[in-house]
């Protein structure tokens, strides 16, 4: 009985361990060099409940441990150990179920299943002890990540020809929608921002749908475009990322934009980029993709945006800060408790007012590129005041809201980068009715220069903020030299480990007045 019981407990703990991989594999976009880089920089594979496992098989089947109810006993322990571990562990991005998801899953547990149903056939047939049935799942739960690399590269060719389908179905849909004006957002930064801006504006005169949440993948458009385009729509705005190079052009391929917007190109991603230059070279094929009477709209505030020449095409260049050659510029920013006011010069030196509820020179210039759009379209210039002075803040992009204590929040906790960063970190230096507060755990993917860049970003927070909370250990020596490096003497320095041991700190310091910023906010890929 000890032994069934030793099984059934083994197998659940597989499938939590298994249910783990699969949704790090999700993270990293089912690509399994990704995957094997972040099992490579995670020491997953050396955990210490990998490792116990391990030490556990191996006692089971040494020859030290004789007596089958101690190899039970020990399986036993260290499967419902790790059961309870997994069972409780809570993540920030947890796995979403999706049909792939299910098909890998299900693989996993075939591949699995096949060496335990034929170890269960040999000991009934030789009359051996069970137990060895429960060594061979203890040991698929230490090597679960070889499942999950195999189970993904084998349903490649099954993915491909039902992701075809999808495809060709999309398609379909768009070609069936000939008046539909597809505008694509794409950069570093800032698109999902300037997505959602610019479907509130033209909402004002069409009826527009847009790629929700991060639908930003050539998948996540043509599911989109198959379950929430209607025939009815007059606009289809398209969020495009990038995480290599070819990935924009696919999306361009199927929807065929005749408006893009470059919002940013910058340090980000670089772990798979590699260079800035390749960063460009992405981004700008969504411009590349433009028919000869369409609308190029590009950020000149960055300088692989500025130096990249356009002429396959109109391109109208924007800039909030660096105001060089640019046909659009927005100026006398001034911020108070009630958001952001600011003037738009207009190619013919024309001058809009706009009030927003809105704070940041990143989300001034996200508006900017929408209203552009907006006057392309033809939308009366007091709607597009109006939609602007109604847009409320995107969650967790330089949202700001004030509690019943006293204290404000700037929530900026989605994907952090250097520039978006030092705006968030401007924004919080202006705050001075209380102590400026920031909260991070720094910034990621950013390849070779991870730690440069987190060193000047802790300049930045030495020069904005009176208390520094740093979160993890992932990019704490590089933020404390960068804040180090300042001569900046009245800084508060705490380090912390996780954002709930930040919450507990905070909940005994703060005062009326304060000011919090969250900035970013890691996910489980690196944890």
Not at 456 to 463: N, V
Request: net charge neutral; proline share 4%; glycine share 6%.
């Amino acid at each position: 009985m000890l032994v069934y019981i030793t099984i059934i407990i083994a197998v659940i703990a597989l499938v939590f361990e298994f249910r783990r991989q699969l949704m790090m594999l999700q993270q990293n976009s089912y690509r399994n060099d990704r995957y094997s880089r972040w099992l490579s920089t995670s020491q997953d594979s050396t955990s210490a409940m990998r490792l116990v496992s391990g030490a556990v098989l191996l006692a089971s089947l040494s020859t030290l441990t004789p007596a089958i109810w101690i190899s039970a006993g020990l399986i036993c322990a260290v499967s419902l150990t790790n059961t309870i571990i997994l069972a409780r562990k809570k993540y920030k991005k947890p796995l979403v179920m999706t049909r792939r998801a299910s098909r890998i899953l299900l693989t996993m547990l075939l591949l699995a299943a096949i060496p335990t149903v034929i170890c269960l056939f040999v000991c009934q047939a030789q009359g051996a002890s069970l137990i060895f049935v429960a060594d061979i799942i203890l040991a698929a739960f230490c090597f679960s990540q070889s499942f999950a690399l195999v189970a993904n590269w084998l349903l490649k060719p099954v993915e491909a020809n039902i992701n075809r389908k999808y495809y060709q179905d999309a398609e379909r849909i768009l070609r069936g929608m000939p008046d539909l004006k597809i505008i694509g957002v794409t950069g570093s930064y800032g698109k999902t921002s300037t997505k959602h801006y610019l479907n509130r504006i033209l909402s004002e005169k069409y009826d527009v749908m847009m790629t929700p949440g991060s639908f930003n993948t050539t998948m996540g458009v043509i599911r989109t475009v198959r379950e929430y385009l209607k025939p009815y729509n007059e606009v289809f705005i398209v969020e495009m990322g990038a995480k290599q190079p070819g990935d924009i052009k696919e999306i361009c391929d199927l929807v065929h934009p005749e408006i893009g917007i470059v919002t940013a190109v910058g340090e980000q991603h670089l772990e798979s980029f590699k260079t800035i230059e390749n960063v460009q070279r992405t981004k700008f094929e969504l411009i590349d993709s433009l028919p000869t009477d369409g609308l190029a709209v590009v950020n000149n505030d960055f300088p692989f945006v500025a130096n990249r020449k356009v002429d396959n095409v109109k391109c109208i260049r924007y800039a909030v800060s660096e105001c060089g050659p640019a046909e659009y510029i927005a100026e006398d920013i001034r911020y108070s408790a009630h958001g952001t006011s600011f003037t738009v010069v207009t190619p013919t030196g024309e001058k809009f007012g706009f009030s927003t509820h809105l704070v940041g020179e990143c989300n001034v210039s996200n508006l900017l590129a929408a209203i552009i759009v907006a006057l392309r379209l033809e939308v009366p210039i007091e709607k597009i005041r109006y939609a602007v002075n109604d847009i409320q803040q995107v969650e967790h992009r330089l949202n700001m809201k004030r509690t019943p204590g006293g204290v404000t929040i700037i929530d900026d906790a989605f994907n952090s980068n250097p520039t978006g960063s030092k705006m968030a970190l401007d924004v919080l230096k202006m705050m001075t009715g209380g102590r400026r507060i920031i909260v991070t755990p720094g910034m990621i993917e950013l390849g070779e220069r991870q730690e440069e860049l987190n060193a000047k970003f802790g300049e930045y927070i030495a020069g904005a903020a009176d208390i520094a909370i740093i979160v993890g250990h992932y990019n704490r020596e590089a933020i404390i030299s960068g804040i180090k490096s300042t001569d900046t003497t009245s800084l508060d320095v705490h380090t912390v480990n996780s954002f709930s041991e930040a919450q507990q700190l905070l909940a005994t310091t703060l005062k009326p007045g304060d000011t919090i910023l969250y900035e970013n906010d890691l996910p489980d890929t690196f944890k």
